[in-house]
């Protein structure tokens, strides 16, 4: 499987599912709980594309590591800790709407389970042929 067209076929649903769920929430919650959701998600997607940003230029082409591997747990945890502390900032000083928060930082994990659910529906259709 071809990681970089993986990566940009997530990237594309990754801002349409952050568009619908947008889209959605302003519809019927309201405009800050949108304004929460499209936060999220943005975050969430700023996020993802570090972690891939780290990990591609951790490894070499033909697999081999050209990062030490506690480097790259250590920017993990920087990063995550970094989300956390904005997540903590973002909600205890009231900016956006936790729940709208929290349903745009599920953008990444909409997008991984719809690309899983397409490529099982492929690869069962070709194995059926």
Known sequence: MDWSALYRELRI???VILLILTSAAVAFW???????VFA?????I???SLLQHTISRAFLPDGGMKRVKAVIVVKYYL???ALG???YLLIS???LDPVGLAVGLSTISLSIAVVGVQKA????????I
């Open 93 to 95: 000083r009231g900016h």
């Open 13 to 15: 649903l990754n801002w």
């Open 79 to 81: 990063r995550l800790l």
């Open 40 to 44: 999220g998600g943005v975050i969430i």
């Open 121 to 128: 529906i492929r690869i069962r259709k070709e194995g059926a």
């Open 46 to 48: 700023a996020n993802f």
């Open 85 to 87: 502390v904005i997540l």
């Open 30 to 36: 309201g405009r800050p709980e949108g304004v929460g």
